[in-house]
């Protein structure tokens, strides 16, 4: 079994990155820049838009946080997202998810100009990235692709199983992986809460993709020995052990599962580390297309 290090290969990206932005810089361009908005104060989001922050400092982005408390109204919560369409000093910007009750997700996400949904989670991206055309992709689903290519692991004529169907993770990486392509041309099948026989579909996938929120669930007996298994989950577990008072689980059963397959990810530090790469990898995207508007 190899472990496929999500953290390494995302360091090697990020400085790849930081090397071109280097370089325009030095060439008298102005940097990337890459805003957040942040609702409230939910943990993981907390986490999730640092370690964001973070890795902006470290590819040369400049980078902005608006952020709200949990009350704010939906009509605010708009004005900023056209303020952030309208500014041409902003590359890209992300709505960090999840967002309290009262707002509309559907409505916020398709609030976000597309050239600027370096998410990639609006309909016209979601759309153009489903029948090949250039767009932004989901970060996650695009950071489990370029994992695969970076270790050499190729989906052509491979059967993909997916357990999950979510628009983040799930339903998106079946579309990329069913594209035309080395690191497309696989048998996809996507299964999910009313899928029957899930052991059987699991078993017969020589790459198989755990992403429904479910810590621990895919176990030895639901892989096909010699697959390689890619797992999504972030749940917090709770763990009076650890300062945190939680530790990350992954859906995968790590301990008997990589006993038995080719290749893993663990958790954390595998497919987590790619997303926020990729989100770099489409904030710089976003930036060349705009030929360094508001310079």
Do not use: W
């Not at 009262?102 to 597309?114: F, G, L, M, S």
């Not at 080719?262 to 790619?274: F, K, L, N, R």
Request: hydrophobic share 40%; glycine share 10%; aromatic share 4%.
């Amino acid at each position: 079994m190899e472990l496929i290090d999500g953290k390494a290969t995302a360091t090697a990206i990020k400085a790849e990155i930081a090397d071109k932005v280097a370089q325009k810089v030095a060439a008298g361009e102005r940097r990337p820049h890459l805003a957040a908005i942040l609702v409230g104060h939910d943990g993981g989001s907390e986490t999730y838009v640092r370690n964001k922050i973070k890795a902006c400092e470290e590819c040369g982005f400049q980078s902005t946080l608006v952020r709200f408390e949990s009350d704010v109204d939906e009509a605010t919560l708009l004005a900023a997202i056209d303020e952030l369409n309208k500014n041409p000093e902003i590359d890209g910007f992300i709505v960090q998810l999840p967002l309290p009750k009262h707002i509309d997700e559907q409505k916020i996400t398709e609030a976000v100009h597309p050239d600027k949904d370096v998410d990639g989670f609006h309909p016209v991206n979601v759309g153009r990235q489903s029948i090949g055309l250039p767009c932004f992709a989901s970060a996650t689903p695009a950071g489990i692709v370029e994992l695969l290519k970076r270790y050499g692991i190729s989906t052509r004529g491979k059967n993909v199983v997916i357990v999950g169907r979510s628009n983040i993770v799930g339903k998106p990486l079946a579309s990329m992986l069913m594209q035309k392509g080395e690191q497309g041309d696989a048998t996809v099948t996507v299964c999910h809460s009313a899928t029957k026989n899930l052991c059987d579909v699991t078993r017969n996938a020589d790459i198989l993709v755990a992403a429904m929120g479910r810590p621990g669930f895919i176990t030895a007996d639901m892989v096909a020995p010699g697959a390689v298994v890619i797992d999504v989950g972030t749940t917090r577990v709770p763990d009076a052990s650890r300062k945190s008072g939680f530790r990350l689980s992954g859906d995968v059963d790590f301990a008997s599962v990589s006993e038995k397959c080719s290749y893993i990810t663990p958790v954390p530090g595998g497919v987590g580390p790619m997303t926020i790469c990729m989100l770099m990898q489409n904030t710089l995207l976003a930036y060349e297309r705009r030929g360094g508007i508001g310079a």
